[in-house]
């Protein structure tokens, strides 16, 4: 591993005064900072507020909207997880147009886009020298096709930013859990990705492994990984499994109202990053990864800013059963809020189809989303908000309004190149004489909009309640977001109503529907979205006329990351099926008997 002393080093640079600010210099820590032993809280709290992002990580961070492109063997199976066993003849996109993609996701704002260049099947998208396995296999243009340089092209055509994900989980490569051939064969993946390609200015490496305790034990080298990129792509950040970019902790694009970039978690391809997120009882999932209670605890600060992945639709990959199921423009625009507007990177995921073209659907909906910031953003109502405000803590700002100013959103912005430090703040505006409280909120940083009722008013107010040492807001703005009505939501999943049913056993649960029907699918739908433990995972699913012999309906048996995305998902049967009575048997992600209530479950009638 990679050693701190190197980092921390290069990390103390002096400041040799800022215009308007009335500290005259300050040390900084990029990227890291250790906590010598008895430093006070105090102290902690101070040397936070001067740990800063490396110049790539400030780079990315300026981005704001990134799009993730799960695109690969499960497009056309309808799979979200591969098994590593598909055919690659099964690759055969009929109009695949890299262009199409980037064109329009330029369009829609986009800055960088990641294509998933190996998912957890194992399936290159690329035509490796290291796997059989991969479009060179395929009948896509005759095995001579390569979509990570399709990709690449239309990248530099259209200047935009290009990132690549490679899953270290691989479910096909046969040397996958024989730990340092398996380490090499990644490696060798990795090198040609960062060799042939020209700039990559992501890697995006996942932390899934869904093969549970008895699966494949595969120690991965992240050191060496590491090393890889640092001497292929220097200037690329490293995302997840890396320490530049970390996972804000879902999948349902939603970020921490309190999003500090500054924050306790060490990064899980450290050695010590284990020992010291048990120590302090935290995961990437954590509510609080960088408040001052944590840190009163901790012994090093990182600068690892958060990611919100999210994918347009409930699945990452294509499949055509959700062309009607893109997310609302409310949705997306609540995500935005929700990412961009707490201190986050959104990263949203727009799959291409089995054309190999992003659907019609999430084309109308990136261009509405698209039309609807840019409106917002067209009208800033503060004047002179750009002026650099070296703000303590209790102190205030008065910012004049435009005549007839009617806003709803307020956005403020830290100059994180000098740290992050808004603890909290308060927003009043004046009209008629009176001031009236806004909103409140905690962290800045990078950016933090704030929504709240629309008002009008002639000048607004803007008090930094507490902050670590002297903030450095470069930017207020007030903008007005027209209020969207969310559409109905269209997920239906259960056509027998469940009044008539009947739990039979609980362990594993069987139903009695009450009536004899014909199944075309069934549904399991983990109880208000949300993962628990006792959550199913790998399951056999069994029908019956008579609640005595069973039948097993061929499936593929495993509800792929649902841990990590708990919605719905459906399993569509290969031929439909006659039941009264339905069994599910399933485990739960380590393989314990899950725990699967009535009303989780649904089923799907062959339609007439
Ligand atoms: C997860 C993966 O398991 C999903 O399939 C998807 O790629 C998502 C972005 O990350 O961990």
């Given at each position: 591993m990679r050693t701190f002393n190197q980092l921390v080093a290069m990390a103390c640079l002096a400041c040799i005064g800022l215009s308007g600010c009335t500290q005259k210099s300050e040390e900084y820590y990029v990227k890291h900072v250790e906590f010598p032993e008895g430093t006070t809280l105090e102290q902690k709290v101070d040397m936070a507020a001067r740990l800063v992002p490396t110049p790539q990580q400030l780079e990315w961070q300026k981005l704001e909207l990134t799009a993730f492109l799960h695109f690969g063997v499960n497009t056309f199976t309808g799979r979200e997880w591969g098994d590593g066993k598909e055919d690659p003849a099964l690759f055969n996109p009929t109009e695949l147009d890299a262009e199409q993609w980037v064109k329009n996701l330029k369009e829609a704002g986009f800055k960088m886009v990641i294509l998933t260049a190996k998912h957890h099947d194992g399936f290159c998208l690329w035509p490796t020298k290291t796997t059989k396995h991969s479009v060179a296999s395929s009948p896509w243009k005759d095995g001579k096709g390569d979509v990570v340089k399709e990709l690449r092209d239309a990248c530099t055509k259209y200047d935009m930013k290009f990132g690549v994900y490679l899953s270290p989980w691989d479910r096909n490569a046969e040397c996958y859990g024989d730990s340092p051939r398996y380490n090499q064969y990644f490696i060798d993946q990795l090198t040609e990705l960062l060799s042939n390609y020209g700039e990559v200015h992501e890697v995006w490496f996942d932390g899934a492994n869904g093969e549970g305790p008895n699966g494949k034990k595969q120690v991965y080298d992240w050191d060496a990984f590491y090393k890889t990129i640092q001497k292929l792509q220097p200037k690329a950040t490293m995302a997840i499994m890396g320490d530049d970019v970390r996972w804000v902790g879902n999948e349902r694009g939603l970020g921490r109202e309190t999003e500090w970039s500054a924050?306790?978690?060490?990064?899980?391809?450290?050695?010590?990053?284990?020992?010291?997120?048990?120590?302090?009882?935290?995961?990437?999932?954590?509510?609080?990864?960088?408040?001052?209670?944590?840190?009163?605890?901790?012994?090093?600060?990182?600068?690892?800013?958060?990611?919100?992945?999210?994918?347009?639709?409930?699945?990452?990959?294509?499949?055509?059963?959700?062309?009607?199921?893109?997310?609302?423009?409310?949705?997306?625009?609540?995500?935005?809020?929700?990412?961009?507007?707490?201190?986050?990177?959104?990263?949203?995921?727009?799959?291409?189809?089995?054309?190999?073209?992003?659907?019609?659907?999430?084309?109308?909906?990136?261009?509405?989303?698209?039309?609807?910031?840019?409106?917002?953003?067209?009208?800033?109502?503060?004047?002179?908000?750009?002026?650099?405000?070296?703000?303590?803590?209790?102190?205030?700002?008065?910012?004049?309004?435009?005549?007839?100013?009617?806003?709803?959103?307020?956005?403020?912005?830290?100059?994180?190149?000098?740290?992050?430090?808004?603890?909290?703040?308060?927003?009043?505006?004046?009209?008629?004489?009176?001031?009236?409280?806004?909103?409140?909120?905690?962290?800045?940083?990078?950016?933090?909009?704030?929504?709240?009722?629309?008002?009008?008013?002639?000048?607004?107010?803007?008090?930094?309640?507490?902050?670590?040492?002297?903030?450095?807001?470069?930017?207020?703005?007030?903008?007005?977001?027209?209020?969207?009505?969310?559409?109905?939501?269209?997920?239906?999943?259960?056509?027998?109503?469940?009044?008539?049913?009947?739990?039979?056993?609980?362990?594993?649960?069987?139903?009695?529907?009450?009536?004899?029907?014909?199944?075309?699918?069934?549904?399991?739908?983990?109880?208000?979205?949300?993962?628990?433990?006792?959550?199913?995972?790998?399951?056999?699913?069994?029908?019956?006329?008579?609640?005595?012999?069973?039948?097993?309906?061929?499936t593929n048996g495993e509800f792929s990351n649902i841990m990590h995305n708990p919605l719905p998902q459906t399993v569509a049967f290969k031929t439909p099926v006659k039941a009264r009575y339905i069994k599910l048997d399933a485990t739960t992600p380590s393989s314990e008997k899950a725990v699967v209530e009535m009303n989780e479950i649904g089923v799907s009638l062959v339609k007439k």
């Open positions: 924050t306790v978690l060490t990064p899980g391809i450290y050695a010590r990053s284990e020992a010291n997120n048990n120590a302090l009882e935290i995961s990437s999932t954590s509510q609080d990864l960088g408040g001052r209670e944590i840190l009163a605890k901790a012994n090093e600060l990182f600068w690892y800013p958060s990611e919100v992945d999210v994918s347009i639709r409930p699945g990452w990959f294509y499949h055509a059963e959700e062309d009607g199921k893109v997310k609302s423009l409310k949705h997306l625009t609540d995500i935005y809020f929700q990412s961009v507007g707490y201190n986050s990177v959104l990263l949203l995921n727009i799959p291409p189809d089995r054309r190999g073209l992003i659907h019609e659907n999430d084309i109308a909906r990136l261009k509405e989303f698209a039309a609807y910031r840019q409106k917002m953003l067209a009208t800033d109502y503060v004047e002179e908000g750009d002026e650099l405000w070296n703000a303590g803590s209790g102190e205030d700002r008065e910012y004049t309004l435009a005549t007839d100013a009617k806003f709803n959103v307020v956005m403020l912005q830290e100059d994180i190149s000098k740290g992050q430090r808004v603890e909290s703040f308060k927003v009043e505006a004046l009209k008629d004489g009176q001031w009236t409280l806004l909103g409140e909120g905690t962290t800045v940083g990078y950016k933090r909009m704030l929504r709240f009722p629309e008002v009008n008013a002639e000048k607004l107010k803007v008090t930094i309640l507490s902050s670590r040492r002297n903030a450095n807001i470069c930017k207020v703005a007030a903008y007005y977001a027209e209020p969207v009505k969310e559409v109905a939501d269209r997920s239906e999943w259960n056509d027998i109503s469940r009044s008539d049913w009947k739990v039979v056993s609980s362990q594993p649960l069987a139903i009695d529907l009450g009536q004899s029907v014909t199944l075309a699918a069934f549904t399991y739908a983990p109880l208000n979205e949300t993962a628990k433990p006792t959550m199913a995972f790998r399951y056999k699913f069994f029908v019956s006329e008579n609640g005595k012999q069973w039948k097993e309906v061929p």
